[in-house]
């Protein structure tokens, strides 16, 4: 397995890759299909009648050990990661929302989008099974023993195709409810997931090898497409055009009080249950096979021939030629599940043109389970100062890895850019342990 700073390497490369993308732009209410994104009853309640995205990119890379200063001072990323006494944690997640358009005619509102997205995941990551293969053992000495939990390392690549509609429901004296529900074809790319369930063992070094011996977990491999190559390959992450594989639904309702003579909603509230579905992996060089592992006492299993490979069914045959390794279901097609949200979203209108928004993520799924994408717990407030072309906001949130953070935005017109974190990474650089940000330019008629 090629050393972790090659995905450093792809970090720093790629666009600042969290799935509460466009932190702060998307509960205003001027923002047409950022709106959309986050709760497709949104549509309905659009201040212009038609919008269209140009192209629009958020992302975010967060971890659980390594602060903003350690990424600019060079501080060895490989040895902080595995660090102290929690398990590893780091998330890359970012979106491009390609040429999108909505359009609302009377009660009814309809819309297409589409985007691009890129995940990569390490997941409860004993230290001891990191510093042994990433670190050669750095800084243990005899032995260490790896603790029993769920962990995975997975990435994805995958393109959405979207068509929604949205209608009022009901308006009385101000008072508007709208339903909307989002249909998103799912182009399946890459991905590629790594999982060790239970896994407990104990670890030696032996001259330059490091080995695992008294060990026993369930492992999965699942690998699809070009990530099913090579995993460390900038470029693999970013294969978004694959074959039609499933349809996630994305449903919500939004709530609007608005005066007759006022030109903004005094307040705009919605709910949303987003990402409900699966994709589909279906080509020659996808598969996913599960395996027990039972290393007994007295016999060794060498983790240093992984140091320098990046192809996953090199590291499966390896295992499997070992003996070490009991086949328990094998198969070429399976599913991943989409990482399904629940969201609730506000924006109310305090003082004048002053306003104060709020969101709330709660994840569904098991971050620990095989074959899924990942998503986290959030919760922003957001005060705004708005006027009908400009407005700035400071979202404040709390991330379920990284903690609490402080960014800013901004729009004027079209063009909106901002980031959830970089006033607490400037401010208190030693303890941020995220870098975002996002960009767009949309269009309202």
């Known amino acids: 397995m090629k050393r ?20 702060g732009i998307s509960t205003s209410d001027n923002a047409g299909l950022m709106n959309v994104m986050l709760n497709p009853a949104a549509a309905g309640n659009a201040k212009n009648g038609i919008y269209v995205n140009m192209i629009s990119m958020s992302g975010n890379l967060l971890n659980n050990k390594i602060g903003y200063s350690d990424l600019i001072s060079g501080k060895n990323f490989e040895r902080a990661i595995f660090s102290g006494n929690d398990p590893a944690n780091l998330r890359l997640d970012g979106q491009i929302l390609g040429p999108s358009i909505s359009w609302k005619i009377d009660k009814w509102a309809f819309f297409f989008t589409s985007s691009a997205n890129t995940q990569a995941n390490i997941i409860n990551l004993d230290n001891s099974l990191g510093n042994a293969i990433v670190n050669d053992m750095i800084d243990v000495t005899g032995a260490a023993s790896i603790l029993s939990r769920n962990q995975r390392a997975n990435g994805m690549a995958w393109g959405e195709l979207g068509v929604g509609l949205a209608r009022e429901v009901f308006s009385i004296n101000g008072h508007s409810m709208y339903a909307g529900a989002q249909f998103k074809w799912m182009l399946a790319g890459a991905y590629v997931d790594m999982a060790a369930s239970a896994f407990t063992g104990k670890l030696s070094v ?9 060990a026993s977990a369930r492992l999965n491999f699942s690998y699809s497409g070009s990530l099913g190559d090579d995993f460390t390959r900038i470029p693999n992450y970013m294969d978004y055009l694959g074959k039609p594989g499933g349809v996630s639904t994305d449903l919500g309702l939004s709530y609007t009080w608005k005066m007759e003579n006022e030109s903004a909603p005094r307040i705009t509230a919605g ?6 579905g699966s994709v589909s992996f ?3 060089n996808s598969s996913s096979n599960t395996y027990l592992l039972n290393i007994p006492d007295g016999q060794y299993f060498n983790l240093s021939q992984f140091k320098d490979e990046g192809d996953i069914k090199v590291i499966e045959q390896r295992l499997q030629q070992s003996g070490f390794l009991t086949v328990t279901n094998d198969k070429q097609n399976f599913k991943v599940k989409t990482p399904t949200l629940f969201i609730l979203n506000a924006n109310v209108k305090v003082y004048n043109r002053f306003y104060l928004g709020a969101v709330l993520q709660q994840k569904t799924n098991s971050e620990t389970k095989e074959n899924q994408l990942n998503a986290q717990d959030v919760v922003t407030f957001i005060p705004r100062y708005r006027t009908d072309n400009f407005e700035v906001f400071l979202p404040v949130s709390h991330y379920q890895i990284s903690g609490t953070a402080t960014g800013v935005g901004m ?17 208190n650089n030693s303890n941020t342990r995220q870098v975002d940000g996002y960009i767009g330019f949309r269009i309202a008629i």
Not at 4 to 23: G, K, R
Not at 206 to 214: A, H, K, W
């Open 271 to 276: 709910i949303s249950i987003k990402n409900i």
């Open 206 to 214: 032996q001259g330059n090898n490091v080995l695992l011996t008294d």
């Open 411 to 427: 729009r004027y017109r079209a063009f909106f850019i901002g980031s959830g974190s970089v006033i607490t990474g400037l401010l």
């Open 282 to 284: 279906k080509d020659q």
């Open 4 to 23: 972790i700073s090659l995905l450093t390497l792809m970090i720093c490369s790629a666009v600042a890759w969290s799935q509460e993308h466009f932190t």
